[in-house]
């Protein structure tokens, strides 16, 4: 009985907080969304200053009133300068990284005021990744959440806590937060069997490799006999031994644009983004430029570092959207 009602508090509770403070690119910190309650210190605090107010009372001793008074003016500067840590003060999302499905990544926050001043050190609460520590002595700081990425697709910071015990302790300033700031994951490269393909791994890597030769100046490609126009520097002058002219030719081979083609898969869409992850890692580690094409999506071949994000932000954005 006690467990259903607790559920039902903590649903009620959710509830209220979704619709009092909603998903936002950012957010700036006031009075009605600020909560201040005493930490265990600032409670037994509380209990010693009402204690000592009682034996002034009871004794009509001055000096127990002073103490008594003291006690209290140290609580209120308490909560007036832990209040005054989070009140103004601005959360902004930065972004994210792009990482592989199943590993850590990471969203950063910018916390930002308009004044400078020492707000001490600030947490970001969460169960997934514990308490944050940030030290904002000025007026901006950078804060980074790091986020498992269970899923393909935008992964997102849950609703946490922030708070601020500076610079007594007695007390704590809280604030929940849905800041809407998201990282990606690109899903896991996953070798599959391309239409064409035999499946077999040599075939595949000279399927990869494939080139296309053209008329060139560095490598040795074969020997012809002489015509008027030939380079005199290209005579092949073994060949006077048997009296032949002959003049020796070169070539260059060139590596050919390959696509990676949406078509190219006869599986489910998710294992279609898992294998183009695969070929396209395969190609960006030959060196070799590759476009994909994917339905609504098509990026030029390209390749290098930058080209390869690209294809895996476009694979992890895939049916999400930007």
């Known amino acids: 009985m006690f467990s259903a009602i607790h559920r ?12 009092r403070l909603p998903l936002q690119e950012s957010v700036t910190l006031d009075h009605s969304r600020i909560v201040i309650v005493p930490t265990r210190q600032g409670l037994m605090l509380l209990i010693i200053a009402i204690s000592v107010l009682l034996l002034a009372i009871n004794f009509e001793s001055a000096l127990n009133y ?4 003291w006690l209290i003016a140290m ?3 308490a909560v007036y300068m832990t209040y005054g840590n989070l009140s103004g003060l601005k959360i902004s999302a930065l972004g994210g990284t792009l990482v592989q499905t199943g590993d850590i990544a990471e969203v950063r926050l910018r916390l930002s005021s308009a004044k400078e001043t020492n707000r001490g050190t600030l947490e970001a609460i969460h169960s997934e990744w514990g308490a944050i520590q940030v030290n904002m002595t000025g007026s901006e700081a950078v804060i980074t959440l790091p986020l498992m990425a269970y899923n393909r697709g935008p992964i997102r910071p849950p609703r946490f806590r922030l708070e601020s015990r500076f610079p007594f302790g007695l007390v704590v300033a809280w604030s929940h937060l849905l800041i809407d700031s998201k990282a990606w994951a690109y899903p896991e490269p996953i070798q599959t069997p391309r239409r064409g393909d035999t499946g077999d791994s040599e075939d595949d890597k000279q399927h990869i490799d494939d080139h296309f030769i053209k008329q060139g100046s560095e490598d040795f490609h074969s020997i012809k006999p002489y015509q008027p126009g ?9 060949g006077f031994s048997r009296d032949q002219i002959m003049v020796k030719t070169f070539s260059d081979y060139q590596a ?11 599986v489910a869409d998710e294992l279609k983004l898992s294998a183009i992850a695969y070929y396209s890692q395969e190609y960006f580690q030959d060196s070799k430029p590759f476009g994909v094409r994917m339905p609504d999506v098509e990026l030029p071949p390209e390749k290098g570092v930058e080209h390869l994000q690209r294809v895996r932000r476009a694979l992890a954005e895939y049916g999400h959207g930007q």
Not at 66 to 69: D, I, K, Q, Y
Not at 230 to 238: A, G, N
Not at 256 to 266: G, T
């Open 8 to 19: 039902w508090g903590r649903k009620r509770y959710e509830a209220w907080i979704e619709g």
């Open 66 to 69: 002073a103490l008594t008074f």
């Open 75 to 77: 609580l209120w500067v």
């Open 230 to 238: 030939d380079s005199i520097r290209r005579l092949h002058w073994p």
């Open 256 to 266: 050919s644009d390959e696509w990676i083609e949406w078509s190219q898969f006869d």
